[in-house]
């Protein structure tokens, strides 16, 4: 089966997405859990009621285990796992960065993923740690690279997608050419690899680096797998930069050590007192009764499922109403080092505009960080196109009386942090669908760059801004050339 990838909506760099061949779809953004088959703490099955799509295996571990080798190729995955959704499979590149060797070669991989009828499978790629040096990345990824021509060269394309992993450790420069190479090579999905360790270190804003990086090489028509992202605190944000794909094992890890996963953090059950949660599991159980059940693991299994699984709906919601900068804001401020790469990732918002989409639902500032979003870059430069008459007022006040225009040839009322806007955009993305708190210096500030840019494309125009006497100073500051009145007079 070759997947095909269709986009649907946008919102930032994320989408919403249809991934589909052979009478299978999955609908993305989408969390693929990982099965491990000795372990089965939730069947696919189940999986499959709870709403899963897809699902992905350690075709390693197949070819290894007594139990599952021969029944998986002469049953195939779907009927050995009882899954008749999409089944990706991994090489043995995971173990291969845990162990340093596995016993297996890239050809002998491809050959058994798909002799087990493997929907996507992916070539023996070097998953480089991220810490290593730009020698030891570049001499990984060029056998990384060769393993993935090779595996296009023998692989059965009519009934398998063949996955083109980005590796390229920290270097931009490597994962954005290794991006375009495989996009050249007619890849259509791509994972972005060997993050796992920046995961765990909680490392975001690297995180956001390469995977920033990887997409401007990758062609946007491509479907975008973050390899081992599984918490579900950081969905938002991996979406945001258009990943569309995630696979982790973590409900089932963090289940393991008695861990409580929730959008904004986990929690070792001895810590709560009370369940946050609505799913049947802390529905019907106190946090002590979970904590003590001889159930426990799949118990916490499956809540730590569902929450990920809610989490991907919120976020398909939020790209459908063009909230997702709004989520995540909000995802990203329940821990200092996700805030980190909230910032990174805004300060990607000039290649970010260019994808965004043109109007949403609305618009929430939610403090400094707002000031950068894509909406208000967007502004900025909508603004340059906007014509000023030859005296031009702007009017911090939107309760203006006809007098007090009087002399003008031009009004524009001042809505932060976008800037100056006509009376016939009020109604209008984003200055109407915006929502905003009293001003504060920051979106001043921000605003004051749409008051530039208008003055920049109408030279000969002569501006007068009425604002607060509180603004004064700020505005004359930052704009030396424009004259400032008190909104009184
Ligand atoms: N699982 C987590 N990271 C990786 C990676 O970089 N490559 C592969 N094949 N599997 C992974
Ligand atoms: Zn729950």
């Known amino acids: 089966m070759t997947l095909s990838f269709e986009i649907l909506e946008k919102d930032i760099a994320g989408r919403i997405g249809k991934l589909s061949g052979q009478g299978k779809t999955v609908k993305t953004p989408t969390l693929l859990p990982v099965i ?64 340093g060797e596995v016993e297996i070669t890239n050809a002998q991989t491809i050959a058994f993923q798909q002799a087990i009828k493997s929907d996507i499978i992916v070539p023996l790629d070097i998953p480089t740690h991220p810490d290593s040096p730009r020698e030891q990345v570049e001499q990984e990824l060029s056998v990384t ?9 023998i692989a059965d394309h009519e009934h398998h997608t063949l996955a083109g992993p980005v590796q390229g450790g920290l270097f931009p420069d490597l994962r954005e050419e290794t991006g375009r190479k495989l996009s050249e090579a ?22 956001v680096k390469v995977v920033m990086a990887a997409k401007r090489g990758l062609s946007p028509a491509v479907c975008v797998h973050l390899f081992g992202a599984g918490h579900p605190s950081m969905f938002a944000l991996a979406v945001a930069m258009g990943c569309d794909l995630f696979d982790s094992a973590a409900y089932a890890l963090y289940a393991k050590d008695g861990r409580y996963m929730t959008t904004h953090g986990s929690y070792h059950l ?4 009370y369940l946050p949660c ?50 995540v804001d909000e995802r990203c401020r329940s821990h200092p080092a996700l805030l980190r790469g909230y910032r990174a990732l805004l300060g990607y918002n000039e290649e970010l505009t260019a994808l965004d989409r043109e109007t949403k639902r609305r618009f929430f500032y939610r403090g400094d960080e707002s000031c950068k979003r894509t909406e208000v870059l967007r502004y900025h430069q909508m603004v340059g196109r906007l014509t000023a008459g030859e005296r031009t007022l702007i009017s911090f006040s939107r309760h203006i009386r006809k007098k007090q225009t009087e002399g003008f040839d031009s009004v524009f009322y001042f809505k932060p942090p976008f800037g100056p806007f006509p009376a016939e955009l009020t109604e209008t993305f984003p200055i109407g669908q915006s929502e905003i708190p009293d001003f504060d210096e920051e979106m001043i500030r921000t605003g004051c760059i749409g008051i530039a ?5 109408n ?17 004359s500051q930052i704009l030396p050339t424009v004259e400032v009145q008190d909104e009184g007079s």
């Open 36 to 99: 491990n088959p000795h372990l089965n703490l939730i069947t696919p099955k189940e999986m499959q009621e709870m709403g899963v799509e897809a699902v992905i295996t350690n075709a390693y571990i197949f070819s290894r285990s007594e139990e599952y080798r021969e029944r998986a190729l002469s049953d195939g995955l779907a009927k050995t796992l009882d899954f008749d959704g999409v089944i990706m499979t991994d090489s043995g590149s995971f173990q291969l960065s845990v162990y």
């Open 270 to 273: 001895n810590e709560l007192s």
């Open 145 to 153: 690279m060769d393993r993935i021509m090779e595996a296009k060269e």
């Open 278 to 327: 609505p799913c049947p599991v802390c529905v019907g159980h106190t946090a002590k009764e979970l904590n003590e059940s001889p159930d426990r693991e799949r118990l916490l299994a499956m809540h730590n499922l569902r929450v990920s699984l809610a989490e991907i709906n919120r976020v398909r919601q939020a790209i459908r109403d063009g909230v997702l900068w709004e989520l």
């Open 459 to 475: 030279p000969d125009s002569h501006f007068t801004i009425r604002c607060r006497p509180v603004w004064k100073d700020l505005i």
């Open 186 to 207: 007619g890849f259509r999905f791509c994972p972005i690899g060997a993050v796992v360790p920046l995961m765990e270190a909680y490392r975001y804003a690297e995180l």
């Open 453 to 457: 840019r208008l003055m920049e494309t």
